[in-house]
Nanobody, 121 residues
């Protein structure tokens, strides 16, 4: 069973940048889509960004309005890894970020363990 391992979270000042990584233990082509959720304390879980998985091309992407123009989702097929580049970070971006992937086999979801992103001066 393919597992997802996240990295890249941390503490950053407002206006700063972070890049999250989500590495799959097996082939990324066992998924047809991947993405990132986040959850802040006391708030609903929010879908941040999604990307489709394909042999060629960058994939179709979609973003929450709250992050459009600041965050970029991408993937590297050769490294079986998905990324979330986060720029112009705001305190309201503070949350635990989870990567997920939709399995082709049964449309079930695989989840990463979560990584904390804190934006504070």
């Amino acid at each position: 069973q393919v597992q997802l391992v996240e990295s890249g979270g941390g503490l950053v000042q407002p206006g700063g940048s972070l890049k999250l990584s989500c590495a799959a233990s097996g082939s990324i082509f066992s998924f047809n889509a991947m993405g990132w959720y986040r959850q802040a304390p006391g708030k609903e879980r929010e879908l941040v960004a999604t990307i489709t998985v394909s042999l060629i091309g960058g994939g179709l992407t979609n973003y929450a309005d709250s992050v459009k123009g600041r965050f970029t989702i991408s993937r590297d097929n050769a490294k079986n890894t998905m990324y979330l580049q986060m720029n112009s970070l705001k305190p309201e971006d503070t949350a635990v970020y989870y990567c997920y992937a939709v399995k082709i086999r049964d449309s079930g979801l695989a989840w990463g363990q979560g990584t904390q992103v804190t934006v504070s001066s």
